[in-house]
Nanobody, 115 residues
Framework: QVQLVESGGGAVRAGGSLRLTCVPSGNLGSIGGMGWYRQVPGKERELVATTRRDAIPTYADSVKGRFTIARDTARHTVYLYMDRMRPEDTAVYYC?????????WGQGTQVTVSS
């Protein structure tokens, strides 16, 4: 079992920055990839960025060049640095951890970008 706790969401104006943090607990050694997803009401949850050991991070096209995912491998903590934010980045952001074929999710943190 893995538990994930996100923090760092909030409100920011367009062009601003935020940093999200995801702290896992539980069976940390079983965690493979980790990442961030986001969801707005009425739409499906979408991938924002993912990271795996010894692999290049992947990003959604909409955030490439603006967001950066980073992983503290010693603590398994994952960060999402969001720069040059846009109103369309407004969503609930969820941390994800993969253990084999199983997905674990955090409770989500709201990010709101005003124009």
């Amino acid at each position: 079992q893995v538990q994930l706790v996100e923090s760092g969401g909030g409100a920011v104006r367009a062009g601003g920055s935020l940093r999200l943090t995801c702290v896992p607990s539980g069976n940390l050694g079983s965690i493979g990839g980790m990442g961030w997803y986001r969801q707005v009401p009425g739409k499906e949850r979408e991938l924002v960025a993912t990271t795996r050991r010894d692999a290049i991070p992947t990003y959604a096209d909409s955030v490439k060049g603006r967001f950066t995912i980073a992983r503290d491998t010693a603590r398994h903590t994952v960060y999402l640095y969001m720069d040059r934010m846009r109103p369309e980045d407004t969503a609930v952001y969820y941390c994800n951890a993969k253990v084999g074929s199983k997905d674990y999710w955090g409770q989500g943190t709201q990010v709101t970008v005003s124009s």
